[in-house]
C-alpha cells in the first residue's frame, strides 16, 4: 500500500508565497516522475509542474518563474515553492505521483494522488 500525504495549502494575498510538500510512504520499489497539478472551481484539472528522477522540470507557462518544483529521493518527497501567488492561482493542488513496485519477479507502476490541498489567493 502506498499513501501520500500533502502539506502546506492556506490562504495568502497576491503576491505572498506558499510552499507545499507532499510525502510518499508504503511499499515503494522506487518512484519515477513526480508532479503537482491543480484544479480551479468550475475548471479542469491541470498541470503545475512535473519532475523525473533526474530532477528534469517542467512547468505550465502560466507559472514559470513564480513556481519552483524539488524532490527529495531519500525521504520520497516532492516540494512545490509558490511565489508572487496571484489569484487566479487559486485551486485545489493535488500532488501525482509515479510510483513503481515490484512483486513475484515483475516491475509494474501506478500513478498515486494526495488528497489534494486548498489554496486561496486574495486580491
Known amino acids: 500500500q502506498v499513501q501520500l500525504v500533502e502539506s502546506g495549502g492556506g490562504s495568502v494575498q497576491a503576491g505572498g508565497s506558499l510552499r507545499l510538500s507532499c510525502a510518499a510512504s508504503g511499499s515503494i520499489f522506487s518512484i519515477n516522475n513526480m508532479g503537482w497539478y491543480r484544479q480551479a472551481p468550475g475548471k479542469q484539472r491541470e498541470l503545475v509542474a512535473t519532475?523525473?528522477?533526474?530532477?528534469?522540470?517542467k512547468y505550465a507557462d502560466s507559472v514559470k518563474g513564480r513556481f519552483t518544483i524539488s524532490r527529495d529521493n531519500i525521504k520520497n518527497t516532492v516540494d512545490l515553492q509558490m511565489n508572487s501567488l496571484k489569484p487566479e492561482d487559486t485551486a485545489v493542488y493535488s500532488c501525482?505521483?509515479?510510483?513503481?513496485?515490484?512483486?513475484?519477479?515483475?516491475?509494474?507502476?501506478?500513478?498515486?494522488w494526495g488528497q489534494g490541498t486548498q489554496v486561496t489567493v486574495s486580491s
Open positions: 519532475i523525473s528522477r533526474d530532477l528534469s522540470t
Open positions: 501525482c505521483v509515479d510510483i513503481a513496485h515490484y512483486s513475484r519477479g515483475y516491475y509494474y507502476s501506478n500513478d498515486y
